[in-house]
């Protein structure tokens, strides 16, 4: 059953446990809303800790979105469990900001849930730290994701697509897929009808869930991938999201090795101006040069999202501009560079620095390649 298989993920990864407040974002589409009810099944079983709902509306949809948001109220209500409600303007924010529409929701969604979270565990006199985030993610979005970074391009690990869990936020569902959550839906429905008390969310037209009409639109690229690109390789094999999964996860499992190989060399290698605050810069040894290829791409990768934000999104010219700044396995003396975010690359016997270009300039000395 799907709860079950929900229970293993949530048991074998170590998502979460009966001690951690959980806070579940829920659109109101079939998978969040699935996943609401199998949490609470979980609650009660002792498997997970307190629980709270919140809905983001992003004020996009007009009455549709009152609609959604006015749906998840309902639901968890029927669950009886906390309601954190935020509604943010964001294609005001977006408009405003000179942003993508959909990165200002995805950024905004998270800020709130960080906002609700930390507000479930004081309630519940739980440490933040304990807190968990739960998305609905489903095998269907993780493969969609695949998909894309296969058009567009990714970078180290990048095809292992969604991981399960991302600091205080984790993927449940990433082990089922959206039909079988939309089945359990069905039948719990049935359950209800035939007389079993288990509570139960319908909209006002009677439905269990709420469809997003923008969904069905091939104009966005996840939209595309999913109704165009997916389906079609499906054709081929009827197992795609079972053997994709399976596959991700052993491309996951060597990330993870070489992950914890990079962190490893960053400690040894990587002389930071200021450990509290990585945006200050840092140094690269001599030794440097002398790794394999692989692992210096994923230590300037994750080197330069110490400095840019765990946000940012490290462009390839970067990373290939510090590896510029070794030849034959050592530094390149004198060698400079401006790369993303106004950074600035200089380079002498001593190793190669990164820092922002306004620190650069004040610390520049006459003598050529100062590091």
């Given amino acids: ?86 509604e943010v303007n964001v294609g ?22 960080r906002d609700a979270l930390e507000s479930l565990c004081r309630h519940t006199s739980h440490p933040v730290s304990d807190g968990r985030i739960f998305t609905a993610h489903t095998q269907d979005d993780r493969v969609e994701s695949f998909y894309m970074r296969s058009i567009v391009g990714t970078g180290p690990g990048g095809f292992r697509s969604m991981r399960y869990t991302n600091g205080a936020v ?63 390789a499906v054709e081929r094999n009827p ?23 990079t962190k490893k060399l960053i400690a040894e290698q990587v002389k930071w101006d200021n450990a509290e605050d990585q945006a200050a810069g840092c ?17 300037v990768f994750e080197v330069l999202k110490g400095i840019l934000g765990a946000e940012a999104r490290i462009e390839t010219a970067s990373v290939d501009a510090v590896l510029e700044g070794y030849a034959d396995g050592v530094p390149v003396s004198g060698y400079t560079n401006n790369i993303q975010g106004n950074l600035a690359l200089s380079a002498n016997k001593h190793g190669l620095r990164v820092e922002p270009m306004d620190t650069y300039r004040a610390r520049r000395k006459p003598e050529k390649g100062d590091v």
């Avoid at 900001?97 to 709130?112: D, I, L, P």
């Fill in 239 to 261: 197992q795609l999201l079972d053997v994709l999964s399976r596959t991700m996860n052993l491309i996951a499992d060597e990330d993870d090795m070489l992950d914890a190989l």
């Fill in 92 to 113: 005001a924010i977006a408009q405003e900001q000179g942003e993508n529409t959909e990165a200002v929701a995805r950024s905004e969604r998270y800020a709130a849930a």
């Fill in 283 to 299: 140094v690269l040894a001599p030794a440097f040069g002398a790794l394999e290829l692989p692992l210096q791409r994923r230590m």
């Fill in 1 to 86: 059953m799907v709860i079950e298989r929900v229970q293993q993920t949530i048991e074998e990864r170590g998502l979460a446990g009966p001690d951690n407040p959980v806070l579940l974002m829920v659109s109101g589409g079939s998978d969040s809303t699935a996943l609401a009810y199998i949490a609470d099944e979980l609650r009660k079983r002792g498997v997970l800790g307190p629980l709270a709902v919140l809905h983001v509306n992003h004020q996009l949809r007009g009455s549709d979105a009152d609609a959604d948001a006015e749906f998840v109220r309902q639901l968890a209500e029927a669950l009886e469990l906390p309601f954190f409600l935020v």
């Fill in 170 to 232: 984790a993927r449940p569902c990433l082990d089922v897929s959206r039909q079988d959550l939309r089945d359990y839906l069905a039948r719990r429905a049935l359950d209800v009808e035939a007389g079993e008390a288990k509570p139960l969310a319908r909209d006002a037209s009677g439905a269990l869930w709420r469809e997003d009409a923008t969904n069905a639109h091939t104009d966005r690229f996840r939209s595309y991938v999913r109704h165009e690109i997916v389906p079609k």
